[in-house]
């Protein structure tokens, strides 16, 4: 399989196509990709979904994809690696910003396709990434921070259109209860006790064993398992990505200390937290 490397932090691709000429592959680096308009098929990890003008994809190192188009299509490509988030022009970078990257990285609701379900919030995706094109293109000053800028509102315009936000926003039923647990996960990895799996039964009015074999039948995998899997996660993303204190990590994650915080690293990577950082 083709793999494509960049070494740049930062690429924009802005282009116009008839038909597309790249076979299934990844990559070595993150790519958010916009349709400012066409329509055809994306083909991502094996599942196929329509793409149509305003969608929204988000892809990592670890995801295999290809468009095949049904008519003429214009993409935006925003593709950036991981030192992107450690050099960003200076800009500081609020503790709750990682967090919204981080949990729309390691997310399994980026997995299914499109990331933006709101019309509105198509169109204005679309015009933040035209000036980022041009911002890019342009290479004048304070161009890379102005860039930046506009990449943070596009991660929580995103955010907004997530089912977890969805949901702990409305009281509307969601596709699914196995839908909505990953959704509340989600909203709330970062305060484990309303995790706990009484705490998590009682939300949604389930008995903790009914509610952990249900969610073990949708999804394969155990409710522990799959907070503390993707915990994990996000703490890995957190040590490589950024040069964030051990106590300061262990303290958002709800661990008691930097030890509890080890020992959890340990047993998911069997790794300290200096070598996973390296």
């Not at 593709?79 to 800009?91: I, N, V």
Request: no cysteine; proline share 3%; glycine share 6%.
């Amino acid at each position: 399989m083709k793999r494509y490397k960049q070494f740049d932090s930062l690429m924009i691709d802005d282009f116009e196509v008839d038909k597309w000429e790249h076979p299934m592959h990844n990559h070595n680096h993150f790519e958010l990709i916009f349709i400012v308009r066409g329509a055809g098929t994306h083909h991502l990890n094996g599942v196929e979904s329509e793409y149509n003008t305003g969608h929204l994809f988000l892809l990592g190192p670890e995801d295999v994809h290809a468009f095949k188009l049904k008519q003429r299509s214009r993409f935006i490509y925003f593709k950036f690696t991981r030192q992107y988030f450690q050099h960003h022009g200076e800009l500081p970078l609020p503790d709750l910003w990682h967090r919204d990257l981080e949990q729309l990285l390691y997310s399994p609701e980026r997995k299914k396709g499109n990331l933006l379900s709101e019309t509105s919030d198509q169109e204005l995706v679309a015009q933040l990434l035209l000036i980022i094109s041009e911002e890019f293109n342009r290479n004048k000053a304070l161009s890379r921070k102005i860039i930046f800028q506009l990449f943070s509102v596009i991660i929580l315009i995103v955010k907004r259109n997530s089912q977890g936000y969805a949901l702990q926003q409305s009281s509307q039923p969601a596709a699914g209860i196995a839908e909505e647990i990953m959704g509340y996960i989600e909203m709330n990895i970062y305060e484990p006790e309303k995790l706990r799996l009484k705490n998590l039964a009682d939300h949604f009015h389930y008995s903790p064993n009914y509610i952990g074999m249900l969610f073990k039948e949708k999804v394969g995998s155990t409710l522990r398992d799959y907070v503390s899997q993707y915990r994990y996660k996000l703490i890995e993303q957190r040590l490589k990505s950024s040069q964030t204190g051990m106590k300061q990590v262990a303290q958002e994650f709800g661990f008691v200390d930097e030890s509890h915080l080890h020992k959890f690293i340990k047993s998911k990577a069997g790794k300290s937290m200096s070598e996973l950082r390296e």
